[in-house]
């Protein structure tokens, strides 16, 4: 399989030719493919490499990238191989700041009147700083008494993630399965699986007693561990091999999975992901994951009617 490295940004004219010198440097033998049309908002240009990358070059390659998208405000994401989607495959989503633009547990804390003490320390459980398992029991605890009739209005003032119709119109129109895996609860996974109608769904059940929450979940947390066990049945599940997998998240919480999966995306992800992650995209939104699979924008323009 061909490794690549895909440049995504506004503006790639002015960077190429410095780009162009660092592969010489590094001797690297490319082919390009501009994936992008002139009237798109952004740029994507995608290098095919013919010259073999060892283990221990892919780190060293992959660490100078990451230095350069930092730099450049230019994401540099370097794939060892391309899932194909004309073959079957599995896609697998965290959702809180993946799929939805919000932390569902933070939403929650807001009508409770505590939403900037708890968003302050889910923060710090998605930068790796602090436990994810301890902070979500002690997060949830603060949500005893609150009432379950505010679900729904939460849910309705969130808003979606870039892309995400796209991307998930594409893959189910390619026969992909697709799934949420999420440390948020099963109520607005739920929403989001309807809304988009991905295969299946892996989340948090909150503990509701007449109406009311209780501050307690029901059955084991879905924290990096069990995304990483989950992938793991899914792939056996529906018979798809590592190299059809795709993964997409953004906090510490999804590096296990990130690291297990064939195309590993860190979406606009917390610094220590980004640093951690095989594929950190911060340019895109989910549609850009269709990029990453070697579609232009006439290709997805096409999937899509």
């Known amino acids: 399989m061909t490794a690549s490295i895909t440049l995504i940004g506004d503006h790639l004219a002015d960077y190429l030719p410095a780009f162009e010198s660092w592969l010489r440097q590094q001797l690297l033998e490319t082919s390009t493919r501009v994936l992008t049309n002139p009237q798109d908002a952004f740029c994507v240009q995608r290098y095919d490499l013919s010259t073999t990358i060892h283990d221990g070059k892919y780190e060293e390659l992959r660490a100078q990238l990451l230095a350069m998208a930092d730099a450049s405000g230019i994401d540099h994401i370097f794939q060892p191989f391309t899932p194909t989607l004309s073959e079957p495959g599995l896609a697998v989503f965290d959702m809180d700041s993946t799929l939805i633009k919000a932390e569902v547990m933070d939403e929650l804390a807001v009508e409770m009147g505590i939403g900037e003490q708890i968003a302050a320390v889910t923060a710090s459980a998605m930068r ?8 979500f029991v002690k ?6 008494g609150l009432s379950s009739g505010v679900m729904d209005s939460v849910y309705q003032r969130i808003e979606h993630m870039d892309g995400i119709s796209i991307l998930m119109k594409v893959l189910h129109k390619f026969g992909w399965k697709t799934a949420i895996l999420s440390g948020g609860f099963t109520y607005f996974a739920n929403r989001v699986q309807q809304d988009y109608g991905m295969t299946e769904v892996h989340a948090n059940e909150l503990d509701i007693v007449d109406g009311t929450l209780t501050g307690k979940h029901i059955g084991p947390i879905v924290d990096a561990k069990r995304k990483q066990q989950l992938l793991a049945l899914l792939k056996e599940q529906y018979s798809v091999p590592h190299s059809q997998t795709i993964a997409c998240g ?13 195309l590993g995306v860190a979406l606009h992800a917390k610094p220590i992901v980004r640093k951690q992650a095989p594929c950190p995209m911060s340019q895109l939104g989910l549609e850009g994951v269709l990029y990453l699979l070697g ?11």
């Open 139 to 144: 997060r949830l605890s603060f949500l005893n």
């Open 295 to 305: 579609l232009d924008s006439n290709e997805i323009a096409q999937s899509l009617m």
């Open 128 to 135: 790796g700083e602090i436990d994810f398992t301890e902070s």
């Open 250 to 262: 953004d906090g510490a919480n999804d590096l296990l999975m990130l690291n297990d999966a064939g």
